[in-house]
């Protein structure tokens, strides 16, 4: 498995404020991904970045924004948080050599009061 | 675009009892086609995937899948499951262009019972 952490693994914050979510990979995977899981929605893409600074757009990326300074850390910002962003937060990368595989981190429990 | 459909959002069996998850799936262009799990607080591991060839994939503890392009299906199976199985089980496609687009369906939830 791919070394993926992600900080903090829980968080509660209150309506309006800023967070910043954090992935970590030590495989100098180049791709890296956002997702967050929603019951009765399964995963749902965010934004993704095939590089470090490029970056690209998912099907639920209002809201958020992301940044990618080096290759091993993709952080997902909540610019102001809303309650409709509670979810649990995952996120993952894939190689260049495995084109088809992407792993999994063990996800971010963000709770917004 | 593509979309994915998992026919049942919950499948009760008990120990021993093979399991098939359906999962169907809808696009324009030929596709890549996974299965994830996810078993409880944890991330997602893949099980299985169909790049092409045979349509008959196999996967990680004992799990295979079907690859049925004129129904647009790709149903998971396991002849004979563990409680270990219990976890909830997501189908994924992506396009074959190119795009790093990976669409989730909502999920099964398998629980295996004594």
């Known amino acids: 498995d791919a070394g993926i952490t992600q900080s903090p693994r829980h968080k509660v914050t209150e309506t309006g404020t800023p967070v910043t979510l954090r992935c970590h990979q030590t495989?100098?995977?180049?791709?890296m991904y956002w997702y967050r899981q929603d019951p009765g929605h399964g995963l749902r893409l965010i934004h993704y970045s095939y590089g470090v600074k490029d970056t690209d757009k998912g099907e639920v990326s209002d809201g958020y924004s992301v940044s990618r300074s080096k290759t091993e850390d993709f952080l997902l910002t909540l610019e102001s948080a809303t309650s409709s962003q509670t979810s649990v937060y995952f996120c993952?990368?894939?190689?260049?050599?495995?084109?088809?595989?992407?792993?999994f981190g063990p996800g971010t429990r963000l709770t917004v009061t | 675009a593509q979309s994915v459909t998992q026919l049942d959002s919950q499948v009760p069996v008990f120990e021993e009892a093979p399991v098939e998850l359906r999962c169907n799936y809808s696009?324009?262009?030929?596709?890549?086609l996974f299965w994830y799990v996810q078993y409880p607080n944890q991330g997602l591991q893949l099980l299985l995937k169909?790049?092409?060839?045979?349509?008959l994939v196999k996967g990680i503890n004992g799990f295979e899948a079907e690859f049925n392009k004129s129904q647009t299906s790709f149903h998971l199976r396991k002849p004979s499951v563990h409680i270990s199985d219990t976890a909830e089980y997501f189908c994924?496609?992506?396009?074959?262009?190119?795009?790093?687009?990976?669409?989730f369906g909502k999920g099964t939830k398998l629980t295996v019972n004594p």
């Open positions: 495989e100098n995977h180049r791709y």
């Open positions: 169909y790049l092409s060839g045979s349509t």
């Open positions: 994924a496609v992506r396009s074959q262009g190119g795009s790093e687009k990976l669409v």
């Open positions: 696009s324009s262009v030929s596709v890549y």
């Open positions: 993952a990368t894939r190689g260049d050599f495995s084109p088809y595989e992407q792993y």
